[in-house]
C-alpha cells in the first residue's frame, strides 16, 4: 500500500509489502524457469519492480490506463509516458518472505523541446528497505510526450553495438505481456489494447515494457554470470519493442570482469535499449 506525503513542498510516498514466495515464483516461470526462489534466498535484481503495486481505485484511472497525474507525479500536461531509464546500487539482499518498505521522492521536473515535440522529464528516486535494512538506492526517469500526431516522422534509429560476447533472443508475445502487466499490475493500455496503441498513441502494435527489457537484460548477466555480485545497474531506453518481433538481448563483459555492457536490439538491427552492469 502507498500513500503520498508533502515534505517541506516535496512530493514524497511510502509504500510497504511483502516479497511474497508466490510473486517470486510467478515472475520466475514469466522469465521461463524451471525453478523459483525460496522463502530466504535473495530476490534476483530488478525484480522489486512487481512490487509496490499502483493499487489505486478504478474511478483514478486515466484513458491511459495509468493512475491519474496530479497525485505523486505531476501533471505536465503532456499525456503519453513511458520509463525512460533509470540507475540503481545494491546495497544489500533483498530476501525473499521478508516485509519491504520505499521511501519514494520527486528529485527533478524539466522539459525541453525535442524532435517529436515537446517533452517532460521527471526523475523519481526510491530507497528500498528489507527488514528495516536499506537493500536498493534507485533513480528512475520518467518521459513525458505530446498526443500522437498522424503522419509524424519517427526519431532516426541508431544501430545497435557490435560484438556481444552473450546474446539470447526471445519473441515477445501476448502472454509474455499479459504476465508482466499482469505481476506490476501495469493496466498502461499501450501493452495490451491494439486499438488504444495504434489510433491514439500511434505505434504499429502492442509495446514492450521497458521494465522487462531492463529485467531481461539484468537476467542475461545472471544466465552467464550466476555467482556474481552485482553493486551497480544502469538503464536507458532508446527505441520501442514492439509485440511479435524478434527482442535480441546482448552483453559484453570488459577484459577485467568488472563491467558488462549490455544492450537490446530490435528483429530490424536497431538499438532498443543499452545498460551497463557493474559487478564486484
Not at 514524497?12 to 530466504?40: C, K, M
Amino acid at each position: 500500500m502507498s500513500q503520498p506525503i508533502s515534505e517541506a513542498g516535496v512530493r514524497t510516498e511510502h509504500a510497504d509489502d511483502i516479497l511474497a514466495e508466490t510473486s517470486a515464483a510467478a515472475l520466475s516461470a514469466t522469465l521461463d524457469y524451471e525453478s523459483a526462489p525460496r522463502a530466504g534466498d535473495a530476490l534476483p535484481h530488478l525484480w522489486h519492480w512487481i512490487f509496490f503495486r499502483p493499487t489505486v481505485p478504478h474511478h483514478l484511472i486515466a484513458e491511459d490506463g495509468h493512475p491519474r497525474k496530479g497525485g505523486f507525479l505531476p501533471d505536465l500536461g503532456l499525456p503519453r509516458r513511458m520509463w525512460a531509464g533509470g540507475r540503481l546500487r545494491f546495497l544489500s539482499p533483498l530476501i525473499v518472505g521478508s516485509a519491504i518498505s520505499r521511501e519514494s521522492k520527486v528529485m527533478n521536473v524539466s522539459e525541453k523541446q525535442g524532435r517529436s515535440g515537446k517533452l517532460g522529464f521527471v526523475t523519481v528516486s526510491h530507497q528500498i528497505r528489507c527488514a528495516g535494512t536499506l537493500a536498493i538506492d534507485e533513480e528512475h526517469d520518467i518521459v513525458y510526450r505530446e498526443p500522437a500526431v498522424p503522419g509524424a516522422r519517427a526519431p532516426a534509429p541508431t544501430a545497435a553495438p557490435e560484438g556481444a560476447q552473450w546474446q539470447r533472443q526471445i519473441v515477445p508475445d501476448e502472454v509474455l505481456m499479459f504476465r508482466y502487466s499482469a505481476l506490476t499490475f501495469n493496466a498502461h493500455r499501450i501493452h495490451y489494447d491494439k486499438q488504444y496503441v495504434t489510433q491514439t498513441e500511434g505505434y504499429p502494435n502492442l509495446v514492450v515494457h521497458g521494465p522487462l527489457i531492463a529485467t531481461l537484460l539484468m537476467d542475461l548477466v545472471r544466465r552467464h554470470r550466476p555467482d556474481a555480485t552485482v553493486l551497480a545497474f544502469s538503464f536507458k531506453a532508446i527505441r520501442p519493442c514492439f509485440m511479435g518481433n524478434a527482442l535480441h538481448l546482448c552483453g559484453k563483459p570488459s577484459p577485467d570482469g568488472k563491467t558488462v555492457e549490455l544492450w537490446s536490439h530490435d528483429h530490424e538491427g536497431w538499438l532498443t535499449m543499452s545498460a551497463r552492469a557493474t559487478l564486484a
